[in-house]
């Protein structure tokens, strides 16, 4: 029996969330679509306007969950930072965290994938779909970035 063999294949979730008519709101959604272009094999891409507690059923069918979302503040072009259950519940419709929703799928799914959480630095979020141009530069470095993290992770192309 051949040990490789028998191993499944990483199941991997990426979850792009933000709006799109609010600027640079709109890099999660942008990220997402860029993945999903790139039909990286075992790769589920998602792209809400807004995390939801139904986005738990998609997340325990994954091993490894990429939420991207948009950054107001932080590190340019980018931050990626590993993501853990929130110790309590709490959220209401329009604010549910990464965090709260990893709770709601250990509670609920029993089941508890890695994540992470890149936060794509964003500097215009008035009306309007398209992205400032500093927000379009970072996009560009996040996608590199979670592309070659997939393909790392999964032994994909580059």
């Known amino acids: 029996?051949?040990?490789?063999?028998?191993?499944?294949?990483?199941?991997?979730?990426v979850i792009g969330y933000g709006n799109p008519g609010r600027m640079d709101d709109g890099l999660g959604p942008a990220v997402a679509a860029r993945i999903s272009g790139l039909e990286l094999a075992n790769v589920s891409v998602?792209?809400?306007?807004?995390?939801?507690?139904?986005?738990?059923?998609?997340?325990?069918?994954?091993?490894?969950?990429?939420?991207?979302?948009?950054?107001?503040?932080?590190?340019?072009?980018?931050?990626?930072?590993?993501?853990q259950p929130a110790s309590q519940i709490a959220f209401d419709s329009h604010h549910l965290t990464p965090e709260t929703l990893l709770a709601i799928t250990a509670g609920?799914?029993?089941?508890?994938?890695?994540?992470?959480?890149?936060?794509?630095?964003?500097?215009?979020?008035?009306?309007?779909e398209a992205l400032s141009p500093g927000a379009a530069a970072n996009l560009e470095r996040a996608v590199a970035f979670l592309r070659d993290e997939i393909c790392a992770q999964t032994g994909g192309p580059r």
């Not at 051949?2 to 991997?12: E, G, M, S, T």
Request: include cysteine; glycine fraction near 8%.
């Open 1 to 13: 029996m051949n040990a490789v063999a028998d191993q499944k294949p990483l199941r991997i979730l």
């Open 108 to 128: 609920c799914c029993g089941a508890a994938p890695e994540a992470r959480l890149i936060g794509v630095r964003g500097y215009e979020f008035g009306l309007g």
């Open 46 to 83: 998602d792209d809400p306007y807004q995390l939801s507690i139904e986005d738990s059923i998609e997340i325990a069918a994954h091993d490894l969950v990429w939420f991207v979302d948009s950054a107001k503040n932080g590190a340019e072009p980018f931050d990626d930072r590993r993501v």
